[in-house]
């Protein structure tokens, strides 16, 4: 949460907003494996983090992408919105917004943020245990979309 001090002296409590990406090639989605020293560090997830300043979220999903594995992307569309103030493992009621990606060519390394990029087999994911926040959660919707599309962005 941010705390927020307006023009009439006011405070507030106001909520980040994050960007995920959901990246498939063939039969597998691309991971990461957290830092050891980050909130859920090692476990896994999908490659996401915050909006900054003065970006647009298809800016910021392809910076984190970039900086988290190291591959260039193209956005194809919005998947999933979730501005549900209750979401797993959140400290900070992240709003996210959950981006299907085209991944393009290796550019770079991944950042401290990270431990491992891991390209998972759909059909041999780890158990919902083992990943971050609600990403888990996240696939598993995705699998459903893949078996029949529904329309999007989903709306949570």
């Given amino acids: ?49 915050y909006l900054g300043r003065d970006e647009n979220t298809k800016e910021a999903i392809k910076r984190e992408i970039k900086e988290e594995t190291g591959y260039d992307c193209e956005v194809k569309e919005l998947f999933r919105f979730n501005d549900d103030p209750n979401r797993p493992h959140e400290d900070r009621q992240n709003v996210d917004c959950a981006f299907l990606i085209n991944i393009k060519d290796k550019i770079g390394d991944f950042d401290d943020e990270v431990q491992e990029v891991i390209w998972f087999d759909l059909d041999n994911l780890p158990p919902e245990e083992q990943w971050a926040f609600d990403h888990y959660e996240l696939v598993m919707l995705f699998l459903k979309y893949q078996k029949q599309k529904f329309p999007l962005p989903v709306i949570i």
């Fill in 1 to 49: 949460m941010l705390t927020c001090f307006f023009e009439d002296k006011g405070k507030a409590l106001l909520r980040h907003v994050t960007m995920t990406g959901i990246a498939v090639s063939g039969n597998k989605i691309l991971g990461i494996k957290r830092a050891k020293h980050l909130l859920e560090g090692d476990k896994y997830a999908l490659p996401g983090g």
